[in-house]
């Protein structure tokens, strides 16, 4: 939100109070206080209708400080507030003389945050010597509009080329800069400035982060109020936001999702091919079992199937009951599915339309949210008469998930959580919450219902939603989608930028529909969007009013999605230990190409393409006659596909066909191929080949690949022109090297061997 005309004057009917003068600092063990009065105080009459702002700098965790900006701090804390995952470290606080100035430090970790105690209102955040950003004299604001309105604001210092990334799932530039970002969920498809996924962090490439802790709308212009500074504000009284130390971006983003949380592991299974019967279209069984045939006869690997909303009655949604005149056998037909070998999915929404047997069921049992005169709050859009289920109380959380648990009995594996953006803001929670506060929370609620079931009945590891809202934390119950984007190529980039504009955000894991939602892509759309699908770390064909069959496009479809399915399955383990880096230190699989190469300027503002896990460079061709710019990162390149090898860093403009994408492998990278392209799980490392790239003079390195419940490691060295591969708790494997040279055997128990150049 915008407070101010031009740099030196408010708009009209805005007043401001800001930090001038320090007047008392109070260390506690792990706090420091600031008083700052907003006028300076030269005699005891100053202190008289003068307002104070109160700062309090904490830490939850090493590297990571807190500020909290209050105003008057008698308000009520209704909740919801994000949990975060505290572990709080080597605190110090300190009031050393900096370069003649006295200041008030608090240090976490490696991140100092350094107060001025004289002179204007400085609070500096330093990291090895280097300040990363700062709050500055006209940075901190206690403002109320003509309405009567009272914000808290903050504005930290941008340097000279600085980028910013993050703010959810964005679907503009992936450098933020110049940006008005409202943090606000909302069903806005993929075409404008709306997100399903809000998150309030966001990331820099001077070497931080900044998360602003809070759930409610918080209103960022990223270099729009202030050209020089990053700023965020929120309606109310206080403000609470944190630093998050680097250096690197990846640092950023381990301190970031431990303090909000890591995605959980996802089941293999669940990396390979989902096919959908799309939104409105109409099936049975029998259209079911030709979907699933048809992938069989053109031996397309198929690993879930997902049955979309009309799975359960017209007007009916949610209640959970399927179709009986469309399919009067549901467990018949599901046994029948996955005795071939497929997991199931079905779509669910957190909405209960009037006219299903559950709006009177919760309504009667309290579970549904009320209006403040004790209704049940209600509107026609979306479903009749739909109301919304309150997940503020722990009861209505168990009474959804006895629905979903009979869904489970039946055999289905997995839900799609689709919706959870349009909550409203004049309803009353159970547990006394903040409407507002509520708005983009819901959805945590939500996701994370489901998913707890899932882990209490499948097991950790083999509960897997495909969710389409969230906001901070969310990346905690994987996977993500990105909504509903049209079927053409322009949707297909800004499809991807709102996935790597999410990874910069904390989420590990995330899909597209591939050809597109809306509408029917024509042949060309649909088959260059396959190789973006299904080098993703998530792949499903999903439409509106259409079928997403290869079949049903051409058979160059067919030929396409058969290659690219095999080699998605094929890279496994190395897909897998991608997921495994997500889990543990909360890395996305797929990842901006300035993730990979933070010092590569080059890098910077590159949206086009990405890094599928550290070693792998995707470009998808984003038009019909197959040209492709490619930004090409320091070192010579290897062609997954061909064995051709380009050397950057420089631009590359290539031409491929529709069963050709770039793919580039990076230099010095050890790859792990598997033995079998028809499924995604089992045991990776079992005959899994190494195929080794570029390797210097002096590499070292050791890879893990996941093998049943444990890991198989491989140590690479290269002395001179021999490269050495010493293999532990392999079944099977191999190594080639160079491309397409010959194969050594490498996992007789903890063998060693030599591939020479």
């Given at each position: 939100m915008k407070f101010t005309d031009g740099y030196w004057q408010l708009l009209p009917g805005v007043t401001e109070l800001r930090p001038r003068h320090v007047d008392d600092v109070v260390a506690g063990e792990d706090t420091l206080t600031v008083y700052a009065s907003t006028a300076p105080i030269v005699t005891r009459g100053d202190t008289l209708n003068r307002p104070l702002v109160t700062v309090t700098l904490h830490s939850p965790m090493d590297g990571v400080v807190g500020v909290t900006i209050e105003h008057f701090q008698g308000g009520l804390d209704r909740g919801p507030r994000f949990e975060l995952h505290r572990s709080v470290g080597d605190v110090k606080i300190t009031t050393p003389q900096l370069n003649g100035a006295p200041v008030a430090m608090l240090r976490s970790g490696p991140l100092e945050a350094r107060v001025a105690t004289e002179g204007d209102w400085s609070v500096e955040f330093v990291a090895d010597g280097r300040v990363l950003t700062s709050s500055v004299a006209r940075s901190v604001g206690v403002l109320t509009d003509a309405a009567g309105r009272h914000f808290v604001r903050e504005q930290l210092t941008l340097g000279v080329g600085e980028h910013v990334y993050g703010l959810g799932e964005r679907f503009g530039a992936l450098v933020k800069n110049g940006q008005t970002v409202d943090i606000w969920n909302a069903d806005g498809g993929t075409a404008s400035d709306q997100a399903y996924k809000n998150v309030p962090f966001y990331l820099s490439d001077a070497g931080y982060g900044v998360f602003v802790d809070q759930p409610e709308r918080v209103s960022f212009e990223i270099g729009t109020e202030v050209v020089s500074r990053a700023q965020f504000s929120v309606e109310g009284q206080s403000l609470t936001y944190y630093v998050v130390a680097g250096p690197t971006p990846k640092d950023v983003l381990r301190r970031y999702t431990a303090l909000t949380g890591r995605p959980a592991r996802v089941p293999d299974w669940s990396y390979g091919l989902w096919l959908s019967t799309s939104f409105t279209t109409s099936y049975d069984e029998a259209t079911v079992t030709h979907f699933v045939d048809g992938m069989a006869e053109r031996d397309l690997p198929l690993s879930v199937f997902h049955f979309d909303c009309f799975w359960m009655r017209q007007f009916h949604?949610?209640?959970?009951?399927?179709?009986?005149?469309?399919?009067?056998?549901?467990?018949?037909?599901?046994?029948?599915?996955?005795?071939?070998?497929?997991?199931?999915?079905?779509?669910?929404?957190?909405?209960?339309?009037?006219?299903?047997?559950?709006?009177?069921?919760?309504?009667?049992?309290?579970?549904?949210?009320?209006?403040?005169?004790?209704?049940?709050?209600?509107?026609?859009?979306?479903?009749?008469?739909m109301a919304?289920?309150?997940?503020?109380?722990?009861?209505?959380?168990?009474?959804?998930?006895?629905?979903?648990?009979?869904?489970?009995?039946?055999?289905?594996?997995?839900?799609?959580?689709?919706?959870?953006?349009?909550?409203?803001?004049?309803?009353?929670?159970?547990?006394?919450?903040?409407?507002?506060?509520?708005?983009?929370?819901?959805?945590?609620?939500?996701?994370?219902?489901?998913?707890?079931?899932?882990?209490?009945?499948?097991?950790?590891?083999?509960?897997?939603?495909?969710?389409?809202?969230?906001?901070?934390?969310?990346?905690?119950?994987?996977?993500?989608?990105?909504?509903?984007?049209?079927?053409?190529?322009?949707?297909?980039?800004?499809?991807?930028?709102?996935?790597?504009?999410?990874?910069?955000?904390?989420?590990?894991?995330?899909?597209?529909?591939?050809?597109?939602?809306?509408?029917?892509?024509?042949?060309?759309?649909?088959?260059?969007?396959?190789?973006?699908?299904?080098?993703?770390?998530?792949?499903?064909?999903?439409?509106?009013?259409?079928?997403?069959?290869?079949?049903?496009?051409?058979?160059?479809?067919?030929?396409?999605?058969?290659?690219?399915?095999?080699?998605?399955?094929?890279?496994?383990?190395?897909?897998?230990?991608?997921?495994?880096?997500?889990?543990?230190?909360?890395?996305?699989?797929?990842?901006?190409?300035?993730?990979?190469?933070?010092?590569?300027?080059?890098?910077?503002?590159?949206?086009?393409?990405?890094?599928?896990?550290?070693?792998?460079?995707?470009?998808?061709?984003?038009?019909?006659?197959?040209?492709?710019?490619?930004?090409?990162?320091?070192?010579?390149?290897?062609?997954?596909?061909?064995?051709?090898?380009?050397?950057?860093?420089?631009?590359?403009?290539?031409?491929?066909?529709?069963?050709?994408?770039?793919?580039?492998?990076?230099?010095?990278?050890?790859?792990?191929?598997?033995?079998?392209?028809?499924?995604?799980?089992?045991?990776?490392?079992?005959?899994?080949?190494?195929?080794?790239?570029?390797?210097?003079?002096?590499?070292?390195?050791?890879?893990?690949?996941?093998?049943?419940?444990?890991?198989?490691?491989?140590?690479?060295?290269?002395?001179?022109?021999?490269?050495?591969?010493?293999?532990?708790?392999?079944?099977?494997?191999?190594?080639?090297?160079?491309?397409?040279?010959?194969?050594?055997?490498?996992?007789?128990?903890?063998?060693?061997?030599?591939?020479?150049?």
């Open positions: 949604w949610s209640d959970f009951v399927w179709d009986p005149g469309t399919f009067p056998d549901p467990e018949g037909m599901l046994r029948r599915l996955k005795e071939r070998g497929l997991r199931i999915c079905v779509w669910i929404n957190p909405y209960i339309a009037q006219r299903s047997a559950l709006f009177a069921e919760g309504k009667e049992l309290g579970h549904l949210v009320r209006n403040a005169d004790g209704s049940v709050w209600q509107w026609n859009l979306w479903q009749a008469g919304l289920v309150d997940f503020t109380s722990p009861d209505a959380v168990a009474w959804y998930q006895g629905k979903l648990r009979t869904l489970l009995d039946q055999g289905v594996d997995c839900f799609k959580t689709d919706f959870g953006e349009r909550i409203p803001t004049d309803v009353v929670w159970h547990d006394g919450s903040d409407p507002q506060r509520m708005h983009n929370y819901y959805t945590h609620l939500y996701n994370r219902c489901v998913f707890e079931l899932l882990e209490a009945e499948r097991g950790a590891g083999e509960a897997v939603l495909f969710a389409r809202s969230a906001t901070a934390g969310g990346q905690q119950y994987p996977v993500h989608w990105g909504g509903d984007c049209e079927s053409t190529f322009v949707s297909m980039a800004e499809s991807l930028r709102g996935g790597l504009s999410l990874a910069l955000s904390g989420f590990g894991f995330w899909s597209h529909d591939i050809g597109g939602f809306e509408g029917v892509p024509d042949a060309a759309v649909f088959k260059r969007w396959l190789p973006f699908g299904l080098l993703s770390s998530h792949s499903r064909l999903h439409g509106s009013d259409s079928y997403r069959v290869p079949w049903a496009f051409d058979e160059e479809a067919v030929e396409v999605t058969r290659r690219f399915t095999r080699l998605k399955l094929s890279l496994m383990p190395y897909l897998a230990q991608a997921g495994r880096v997500a889990h543990e230190e909360g890395l996305p699989v797929m990842r901006p190409m300035v993730l990979e190469f933070p010092h590569d300027r080059g890098a910077a503002t590159v949206d086009t393409q990405y890094m599928l896990g550290e070693s792998l460079l995707v470009a998808p061709v984003f038009s019909a006659d197959g040209d492709v710019d490619v930004y090409v990162p320091e070192g010579t390149w290897t062609s997954l596909l061909t064995g051709e090898q380009v050397t950057g860093p420089r631009w590359v403009r290539e031409r491929h066909g529709f069963d050709s994408v770039p793919l580039y492998v990076r230099p010095g990278a050890v790859l792990p191929v598997g033995a079998r392209d028809d499924r995604p799980d089992g045991d990776h490392a079992d005959g899994v080949t190494l195929r080794l790239f570029g390797l210097a003079d002096g590499h070292v390195s050791t890879l893990r690949v996941p093998s049943g419940d444990g890991e198989a490691t491989f140590e690479v060295r290269r002395t001179g022109a021999t490269v050495r591969v010493r293999a532990a708790g392999a079944p099977g494997a191999w190594a080639v090297h160079p491309w397409g040279g010959e194969r050594v055997d490498v996992a007789a128990g903890t063998a060693e061997v030599e591939v020479r150049v």
